[in-house]
């Protein structure tokens, strides 16, 4: 079994910087795809960010491209997301999640992650 767990939430100004991480426990081997998603009030998640754990290779949602960075640390069983240059749009609750079957497909959530955390909050300011 799988468990995520996000932390780093918080408030900030547009223009100011975040760092989100989630401790994973469980066994994550090579093939499993970890990502960063986001929902707002009213709207559908959506995904911001991937990367799979076998290369390290990273995906983006373009509207986050050049300001955020996923990435992993193994030793920590930790995956973080660094977001820079916030604006009032990326407020939302952020999840992260995992999948045994890859990232093809993360952004549309096709297959749908099988392992979520609980989230934590977003908020940007003007």
């Known amino acids: 079994q799988v468990q995520l767990v996000e932390s780093g939430g918080g408030s900030v100004q547009a223009g100011g910087s975040l760092r989100l991480s989630c401790v994973v426990s469980g066994y994550i081997y090579s093939r499993y795809c970890l990502g960063w998603f986001r929902q707002a009030p009213g709207k559908e998640r959506e995904g911001v960010a991937a990367?799979?754990?076998?290369?390290?290779?990273?995906y983006y949602v373009d509207s986050v491209k050049g300001r955020f960075t996923i990435s992993q640390d193994m030793a920590k069983n930790t995956l973080y997301l660094q977001m820079y240059s916030l604006k009032p749009e990326d407020t939302a609750m952020y999840y992260c999640a995992a999948d045994r079957r890859g990232c093809m497909g993360w952004a549309q959530q096709s297959p749908p992650f099988g392992y979520w955390g609980q989230g934590t909050q977003v908020t940007v300011s003007s």
């Open positions: 990367i799979y754990a076998g290369s390290g290779s990273t």
